[in-house]
């Protein structure tokens, strides 16, 4: 199993999955709900620095029952790489994938500003 955290201060209080090495399609109404994307990005709201650090783990397959499902889809990554970065374009991790697609759930420990963010990428490849 493979598990990455990452516990950060997010000066806008918004995060991005994207693929790594194309420009995304930022959603144009990210930050106003909880969780909005695009074919390309994924954006969702977590706690702004002011407010305290925020834990986002990307993983294979974990599941942390205490957190609610609040989007379950496909990101288009040809690249077959997956990044999770903040509103300044800096990449905190990057994924490798077995496909040109990120399977990609997200668990939230709020529905906005949340401390707590779990990533599961399905079809995350080992590494």
Request: proline share 3%; aromatic share 10%.
């Amino acid at each position: 199993m493979t598990k990455i955290e990452v516990v950060l201060s997010a000066e806008y209080g918004i995060m991005f999955l994207h693929d790594s090495k194309e420009d995304p399609q930022v959603p144009s109404n990210a930050g106003e709900c909880s969780v909005t994307y695009t074919d390309t990005c994924l954006a969702f709201t977590v706690l702004s620095y002011v407010d305290g650090d925020a834990k986002i783990t990307l993983c294979d397959g974990c599941f942390v029952s205490s957190l609610k499902e609040r989007f379950t889809g496909k990101i288009f990554c040809p690249s077959k790489s997956l990044s999770l970065s903040d509103s300044n374009g800096f990449a905190f991790a990057s994924v490798p994938l077995i496909e040109d697609f990120a399977q990609v759930s997200l668990w939230m420990s709020e529905e906005r500003n949340c401390d707590a963010v779990e990533c599961i990428v399905h079809n995350m490849a080992t590494f």
